[in-house]
């Protein structure tokens, strides 16, 4: 899992700014989650995305969250207008493309951990 | 409805000690894979195993066994010999068929001390 690369590790915004985190995957996955991590919870899914395509956002947030996974550059996880509530651990995993998904290995990320102060 | 519960919400034991974390899912599918994770206090997310819904096969890695039982639909995962090193924090995961998407449910975690 050292493979998908997640930065940054650590990310302090103030309330109101705007966070970007940023998720490479690993070589030949074009296939990208993120989840979230509240304080003292589990991982809870936010997004599914293949390279330029949005495949289920079910759990994301309807306002101010937004994600991206390019065909160039890594996938980005937008937070704008930061609230304390938003402080957490992100994780990104990436899988391979092709076969069945339920099938497929997916590889985390160490996580972005964002505070809002 | 897809859901994934670790009752245990924190176990401590003495090194040495056998410790065995629960797991219990609910699932529509019929095919679905269950996964455990270890978190230590790095933070970073450890893939321990993946289980697939048609294989009830006990497995065992090392100091490492599981026990996935569909009749009761749970998937329990057992330390033998605990260390000091086990310490963290244990994720059981679900990933069903119907959504195609291949997101993982998670359930809340169990952390796990091991005191030497």
């Known amino acids: 899992n050292a493979g998908v690369m997640q930065n940054p590790r650590h990310l302090v915004r103030r309330r109101g700014q705007e966070a970007r985190l940023r998720c490479s995957p690993m070589?030949?996955?074009?296939?990208v989650y993120w989840y979230r991590q509240l304080p003292e919870e589990g991982l809870k899914f936010m997004v599914y995305l293949q390279k330029e395509n949005i495949i289920d956002e079910s759990g994301m947030p309807k306002e101010r969250f937004s994600a991206e996974f390019p065909k160039e550059g890594p996938s980005i996880l937008r937070i704008q207008q930061v609230v304390r509530g938003d402080s957490a651990a992100y994780f990104c995993?990436?899988?391979?493309?092709?076969?069945?998904?339920?099938?497929?290995?997916?590889?985390f990320g160490q996580g972005t951990r964002l505070t809002v102060v | 409805a897809q859901k994934v519960t670790q009752a245990q919400t924190e176990i401590s034991v003495v090194e040495k000690e056998d410790v065995t974390l629960d797991c219990v899912y609910e699932t529509r599918d019929t095919t679905y894979y269950l996964f455990w994770y270890k978190q230590p206090p790095s933070g970073e997310l450890v893939f321990l195993i993946r289980?697939?819904?048609?294989?009830?096969q006990n497995e065992i890695s090392g100091r490492y066994s599981w026990n996935f039982q569909k009749s009761t639909s749970s998937f329990n995962f057992t330390i033998t010999a605990s260390q000091v090193v086990d310490s963290a924090v244990y994720f059981c995961?679900?990933?069903?068929?119907?959504?195609?998407?291949?997101?993982?449910?998670f359930g809340q975690g169990t952390t796990l001390q091991v005191k030497p």
């Open positions: 289980r697939n819904s048609f294989d009830e």
């Open positions: 070589k030949g996955h074009s296939h």
């Open positions: 995993a990436s899988s391979l493309p092709g076969g069945s998904l339920m099938n497929t290995e997916a590889f």
């Open positions: 995961a679900l990933r069903g068929g119907s959504s195609n998407t291949g997101k993982l449910i």
